[in-house]
Protein backbone atom coordinates (compact mmCIF):
# COMPACT_ATOMS: atom_id res chain seq x y z
CA UNK A 1 0.00 0.00 0.00
CA UNK A 2 1.28 3.44 -0.79
CA UNK A 3 2.02 5.76 1.82
CA UNK A 4 1.77 9.47 2.36
CA UNK A 5 3.36 10.79 -0.44
CA UNK A 6 5.67 14.13 -0.79
CA UNK A 7 7.37 16.04 -3.61
CA UNK A 8 9.34 17.29 -4.24
CA UNK A 9 11.65 15.83 -1.81
CA UNK A 10 14.30 18.30 -2.32
CA UNK A 11 14.35 21.63 -2.79
CA UNK A 12 16.95 24.07 -3.27
CA UNK A 13 15.05 27.89 -3.71
CA UNK A 14 16.56 31.15 -3.54
CA UNK A 15 15.36 33.96 -1.30
CA UNK A 16 12.13 35.53 -2.64
CA UNK A 17 11.34 32.62 -4.52
CA UNK A 18 8.16 31.07 -4.09
CA UNK A 19 7.62 27.31 -3.27
CA UNK A 20 5.33 25.01 -3.33
CA UNK A 21 5.48 21.42 -0.95
CA UNK A 22 2.50 18.52 -2.27
CA UNK A 23 1.47 16.07 -0.30
CA UNK A 24 -1.29 13.47 -1.39
CA UNK A 25 -2.67 11.30 2.54
CA UNK A 26 -3.31 7.97 2.69
CA UNK A 27 -6.34 6.95 1.09
CA UNK A 28 -9.36 6.66 3.43
CA UNK A 29 -7.57 8.91 6.22
CA UNK A 30 -9.62 11.96 6.73
CA UNK A 31 -7.00 14.49 8.79
CA UNK A 32 -3.84 15.59 7.29
CA UNK A 33 -0.98 17.37 9.06
CA UNK A 34 1.59 19.59 7.91
CA UNK A 35 5.33 19.91 9.97
CA UNK A 36 8.32 21.65 9.70
CA UNK A 37 11.28 20.12 11.42
CA UNK A 38 14.81 21.88 12.48
CA UNK A 39 17.52 21.11 14.81
CA UNK A 40 16.44 24.02 16.68
CA UNK A 41 12.68 24.09 17.20
CA UNK A 42 12.70 19.98 16.34
CA UNK A 43 9.08 18.74 14.97
CA UNK A 44 6.37 21.68 14.90
CA UNK A 45 3.00 21.81 13.98
CA UNK A 46 1.96 24.20 11.14
CA UNK A 47 -1.63 23.17 10.13
CA UNK A 48 -3.76 19.88 10.58
CA UNK A 49 -7.33 19.78 8.10
CA UNK A 50 -10.12 17.37 9.31
CA UNK A 51 -12.38 16.25 5.96
CA UNK A 52 -10.03 19.00 3.88
CA UNK A 53 -11.32 21.90 6.60
CA UNK A 54 -8.44 23.49 7.89
CA UNK A 55 -8.87 23.07 11.69
CA UNK A 56 -5.60 24.91 13.55
CA UNK A 57 -3.64 26.90 11.83
CA UNK A 58 -2.05 28.54 14.64
CA UNK A 59 1.50 26.85 14.10
CA UNK A 60 1.88 28.92 10.42
CA UNK A 61 4.65 31.43 11.18
CA UNK A 62 3.58 34.13 8.76
CA UNK A 63 1.25 35.36 6.30
CA UNK A 64 4.21 33.99 3.88
CA UNK A 65 2.87 30.51 4.83
CA UNK A 66 -0.55 29.29 2.91
CA UNK A 67 -1.67 25.61 3.34
CA UNK A 68 -4.82 24.50 1.07
CA UNK A 69 -6.44 20.74 0.36
CA UNK A 70 -8.81 21.02 -2.57
CA UNK A 71 -9.62 17.38 -2.19
CA UNK A 72 -9.31 14.28 0.60
CA UNK A 73 -5.97 12.96 -2.17
CA UNK A 74 -3.98 16.29 -2.60
CA UNK A 75 -2.89 19.26 -0.06
CA UNK A 76 -0.30 21.92 -0.94
CA UNK A 77 2.06 24.06 1.63
CA UNK A 78 3.39 27.17 0.11
CA UNK A 79 5.55 30.03 0.89
CA UNK A 80 5.82 33.18 -0.72
CA UNK A 81 8.25 34.40 -0.72
CA UNK A 82 10.76 32.33 0.87
CA UNK A 83 13.76 33.56 3.65
CA UNK A 84 16.91 31.53 4.21
CA UNK A 85 15.06 30.93 8.14
CA UNK A 86 12.60 28.33 6.29
CA UNK A 87 14.90 25.98 5.45
CA UNK A 88 13.94 23.02 7.54
CA UNK A 89 12.65 19.60 6.85
CA UNK A 90 8.56 19.89 6.02
CA UNK A 91 6.69 16.62 7.04
CA UNK A 92 3.21 15.84 5.86
CA UNK A 93 1.19 13.90 8.10
CA UNK A 94 -2.36 11.76 7.62
CA UNK A 95 -4.47 9.61 9.77
CA UNK A 96 -8.02 8.48 10.36
CA UNK A 97 -9.57 10.33 13.10
CA UNK A 98 -12.79 9.71 14.85
CA UNK A 99 -14.16 8.79 18.38
CA UNK A 100 -11.96 7.35 20.65
CA UNK A 101 -8.39 8.58 20.89
CA UNK A 102 -6.20 9.92 18.75
CA UNK A 103 -5.28 7.22 15.98
CA UNK A 104 -1.45 6.63 14.73
CA UNK A 105 -0.45 9.58 12.43
CA UNK A 106 1.19 8.37 9.43
CA UNK A 107 4.27 10.39 7.63
CA UNK A 108 5.71 11.03 4.82
CA UNK A 109 9.50 11.19 3.84
CA UNK A 110 9.40 14.51 4.26
CA UNK A 111 10.67 17.45 1.88
CA UNK A 112 14.13 18.86 2.76
CA UNK A 113 13.87 22.81 1.68
CA UNK A 114 16.93 25.29 1.20
CA UNK A 115 16.47 28.44 1.14
CA UNK A 116 19.96 30.57 -0.09
CA UNK B 1 7.36 25.99 29.76
CA UNK B 2 7.07 23.75 27.16
CA UNK B 3 3.97 21.19 26.49
CA UNK B 4 6.33 18.49 26.19
CA UNK B 5 9.86 17.93 27.39
CA UNK B 6 11.98 15.82 27.42
CA UNK B 7 15.86 15.01 27.67
CA UNK B 8 18.07 15.47 24.31
CA UNK B 9 20.58 13.15 25.31
CA UNK B 10 22.27 11.54 23.54
CA UNK B 11 21.98 8.35 25.54
CA UNK B 12 25.29 6.00 24.67
CA UNK B 13 25.11 2.98 25.76
CA UNK B 14 26.78 -0.87 25.04
CA UNK B 15 24.57 -3.49 23.62
CA UNK B 16 22.69 -5.21 25.56
CA UNK B 17 22.22 -2.42 28.21
CA UNK B 18 18.66 -1.21 29.58
CA UNK B 19 17.98 2.14 28.48
CA UNK B 20 15.16 4.45 30.08
CA UNK B 21 14.04 7.79 29.32
CA UNK B 22 11.46 10.02 30.92
CA UNK B 23 9.06 12.83 29.33
CA UNK B 24 7.07 15.51 31.08
CA UNK B 25 3.75 17.17 29.90
CA UNK B 26 2.66 20.52 31.55
CA UNK B 27 -1.63 19.88 30.28
CA UNK B 28 -2.71 17.74 33.13
CA UNK B 29 -5.95 17.23 30.75
CA UNK B 30 -4.32 15.39 28.36
CA UNK B 31 -5.50 12.36 27.12
CA UNK B 32 -3.21 10.27 24.90
CA UNK B 33 0.52 9.41 25.04
CA UNK B 34 2.81 8.03 22.35
CA UNK B 35 6.24 7.50 21.60
CA UNK B 36 7.51 7.73 18.14
CA UNK B 37 10.82 6.26 16.89
CA UNK B 38 12.63 8.68 14.20
CA UNK B 39 15.85 7.10 12.49
CA UNK B 40 18.52 9.79 11.04
CA UNK B 41 17.21 11.54 8.26
CA UNK B 42 13.58 10.18 7.93
CA UNK B 43 10.29 10.21 9.00
CA UNK B 44 8.66 10.04 12.42
CA UNK B 45 6.71 6.56 13.06
CA UNK B 46 5.18 4.88 15.51
CA UNK B 47 7.04 2.74 18.24
CA UNK B 48 4.32 2.61 20.80
CA UNK B 49 0.75 4.10 22.46
CA UNK B 50 1.03 4.36 26.04
CA UNK B 51 -1.56 3.31 28.29
CA UNK B 52 -2.57 4.08 31.92
CA UNK B 53 -2.26 0.83 33.02
CA UNK B 54 1.31 0.49 31.03
CA UNK B 55 2.44 -1.64 28.38
CA UNK B 56 5.00 -3.80 26.76
CA UNK B 57 5.80 -4.63 23.37
CA UNK B 58 8.62 -7.02 23.02
CA UNK B 59 11.86 -5.21 24.92
CA UNK B 60 9.98 -2.18 24.95
CA UNK B 61 8.10 -0.98 27.92
CA UNK B 62 5.63 1.91 28.44
CA UNK B 63 4.61 3.87 31.08
CA UNK B 64 1.84 6.95 32.49
CA UNK B 65 2.26 8.76 35.83
CA UNK B 66 -0.50 11.07 35.44
CA UNK B 67 0.42 12.37 38.68
CA UNK B 68 3.74 13.59 38.30
CA UNK B 69 2.34 14.04 34.83
CA UNK B 70 5.10 11.61 32.57
CA UNK B 71 5.90 8.89 30.78
CA UNK B 72 8.53 6.78 30.07
CA UNK B 73 10.12 4.17 27.93
CA UNK B 74 12.37 1.41 28.90
CA UNK B 75 14.23 -0.36 26.41
CA UNK B 76 15.59 -4.03 27.43
CA UNK B 77 18.35 -5.98 25.82
CA UNK B 78 19.47 -3.28 23.35
CA UNK B 79 20.24 -3.81 20.53
CA UNK B 80 22.44 -1.53 17.70
CA UNK B 81 18.81 -1.02 15.78
CA UNK B 82 17.79 0.90 18.61
CA UNK B 83 19.73 4.22 17.94
CA UNK B 84 17.25 6.64 16.96
CA UNK B 85 15.51 9.46 18.15
CA UNK B 86 12.64 8.56 20.39
CA UNK B 87 9.72 11.53 20.44
CA UNK B 88 7.50 11.95 23.11
CA UNK B 89 4.27 12.47 21.73
CA UNK B 90 1.19 14.04 23.67
CA UNK B 91 -2.30 14.75 22.91
CA UNK B 92 -3.61 17.87 24.79
CA UNK B 93 -7.00 17.54 23.87
CA UNK B 94 -10.28 16.18 25.71
CA UNK B 95 -11.62 16.25 22.86
CA UNK B 96 -10.96 13.06 20.15
CA UNK B 97 -11.95 15.16 17.39
CA UNK B 98 -9.55 17.45 18.14
CA UNK B 99 -6.41 15.64 16.89
CA UNK B 100 -3.58 17.59 17.19
CA UNK B 101 -0.68 16.09 18.96
CA UNK B 102 2.00 17.63 20.22
CA UNK B 103 5.74 16.40 19.79
CA UNK B 104 8.86 16.35 22.49
CA UNK B 105 11.76 17.29 20.61
CA UNK B 106 13.10 13.82 20.95
CA UNK B 107 15.81 11.72 23.00
CA UNK B 108 19.12 10.69 21.16
CA UNK B 109 20.44 7.08 21.76
CA UNK B 110 23.09 5.78 20.18
CA UNK B 111 23.88 2.15 21.12
CA UNK B 112 27.94 1.00 20.70
CA UNK B 113 29.02 -2.42 20.06
Known amino acids: DAGVIQSPRHEVTEMGQEVTLRCKPI?????LFWYRQTMMRGLELLIY????????DSGMPEDRFSAKMPNASFSTLKIQPSEPRDSAVYFCASSWTGTGDSNEQFFGPGTRLTVL | RKEVEQDPGPFNVPEGATVAFNCTYSNSASQSFFWYRQDCRKEPKLLMSVYSSGNEDGRFTAQLNRASQYISLLIRDSKLSDSATYLC??????????????FGSGTRLSIRP
Open chain 1, 49 to 56: FNNNVPID
Open chain 1, 27 to 31: SGHNS
Open chain 2, 89 to 102: VVNPSRYSSASKII
